[in-house]
């Protein structure tokens, strides 16, 4: 499966911005999907994942409550929807997918054998 991610831009602090991966050569069916973010100087951080066939989980507190994942089968897609954002939410924002479906750790960016070419965004203050 290969897939790409879109929607992201510059947007000012407390806004929300949707982002999206969609897939392509295969359908997400039977696979999982994390979102995880980069910023300059710092580690790739685990965002939210959704298991096969559809548990969800979230990375670090902060970001809690502010980024949902949801996954559109007829649309092939998997949106990241981020709300009440902040300037320290600025990274390249990256999906990756994975067909493994026991022993997966959905926040161990190494579970994952498909990624996204990453979109920025940049949060104004």
């Known amino acids: 499966v290969q897939l790409q991610a879109f929607g992201g831009g510059l947007v000012q602090a407390g806004g929300s911005l949707t982002l999206s991966c969609v897939a392509s050569?295969?359908?997400?069916?039977?696979?999982?999907v994390g979102w995880f973010r980069q910023a300059p100087g710092k580690e790739r951080e685990f965002v939210v994942g959704?298991?096969?066939?559809?548990?969800?989980?979230t990375g670090a507190d902060s970001l809690k409550g502010r980024f949902t994942i949801s996954r559109d089968m007829a649309k092939n897609t998997v949106y990241l929807q981020m709300n009440s954002l902040k300037p320290e939410d600025t990274a390249v924002y990256y999906c990756?997918?994975?067909?493994?479906?026991?022993?997966?750790?959905?926040?161990?960016?190494?579970?994952?054998?498909?990624w996204g070419q990453g979109t920025l965004v940049t949060v104004s203050s």
């Open positions: 050569g295969s359908t997400f069916r039977g696979y999982s």
């Open positions: 990756a997918a994975s067909s493994r479906v026991i022993y997966l750790m959905l926040g161990v960016p190494s579970s994952y054998a498909h």
């Open positions: 959704i298991r096969w066939p559809g548990s969800t989980a």
